[in-house]
């Protein structure tokens, strides 16, 4: 009998199926810049795809010069939401990265958030990161996992449907999402699975039409193993 976790045995199915290419996600591309612009990318990359994501990014870059917390201040509302447009929802996030920018001025947030997690832990690290102007949950999951390397594990639309369909959790909440695949996967492979899984997402188990014959977690797969 195997008794590995199951994130672990998962994670060895995926990665002898896909490769992973870091240029085709957004975030990991970017976990050698700064604080601030991972953080503005990745706010970027919420509820759009990775293409929208990174033109928004690119723009944004073009018109502001940098994206540090002063350059962003000294950008107009209005030349941020034009930048950033492919991603949508442009104002709002216009509005965000701008309140965001002011926190970094203000405080050390990389100082602050290193020492929580150092004195206290990854979640009170993670609840200092939600207290932030527009970090939600899987932006903080994001940010504590490619940037500071912490053992966090980021949920995304093609992780939800995933583990909904593997019968691993009842309902659609982040949380006990993330938990499950947290508290069933060993730490140094959250990162490779979280990527692995959103391939996976993309390539097989797809929204519309799954495709489980060909899918090599089927055994473990609640929806597979009715499906013909
Ligand atoms: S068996 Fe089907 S539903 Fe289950 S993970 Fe594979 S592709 Fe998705």
């Keep these: 009998m195997d008794d590995r976790f199951i994130g672990d045995i998962i994670y060895e199915r995926l990665v002898n199926t896909y490769s992973i290419d870091l240029e085709d996600f957004v975030a990991p591309r970017l976990r050698h810049t700064n604080l601030f612009e991972f953080t503005v990318a990745v706010i970027l990359s919420q509820n759009t795809s990775d293409v929208n994501a ?9 018109v502001a010069g ?16 034009e930048a950033i ?22 405080r050390d947030i990389v100082g602050e ?7 206290k832990g ?3 690290a993670r609840r ?19 940037w500071f390397n912490a053992p966090s594990f ?11 369909r593997l ?30 899984l959103i391939t996976h997402g993309r390539k097989t188990c797809k929204a519309r039409k799954p495709d489980c014959i060909n899918c090599v977690i089927r055994n473990h797969c609640s929806y597979g193993a009715s499906s013909k």
């Design 54 to 62: 990174w033109r928004a990014y690119s723009r944004l870059l073009e």
């Design 66 to 81: 940098e994206i540090t917390p002063s350059k962003i201040l000294n950008t107009s509302i209005d030349q941020i939401a």
């Design 85 to 106: 447009k492919p991603s949508g929802m442009q104002y709002q996030r216009a509005r965000k990265i701008k309140e965001l920018a002011g926190a970094f001025i203000e």
């Design 113 to 119: 958030v290193e020492k929580t997690l150092r004195e």
């Design 122 to 124: 990854v979640e009170e």
């Design 128 to 146: 200092k990161l939600l207290e932030l102007p527009g970090i939600g949950p899987k932006t903080a999951d994001v940010v504590l996992l490619m």
């Design 154 to 164: 980021p949920v995304d639309t093609h992780i939800t449907r995933i583990t909904l």
């Design 167 to 196: 019968g691993y959790v009842a309902r659609r909440n982040y949380e006990e999402i993330r938990r499950f695949w947290m508290e069933n996967t060993n730490p140094q492979l959250y990162l490779p699975l979280h990527l692995l």
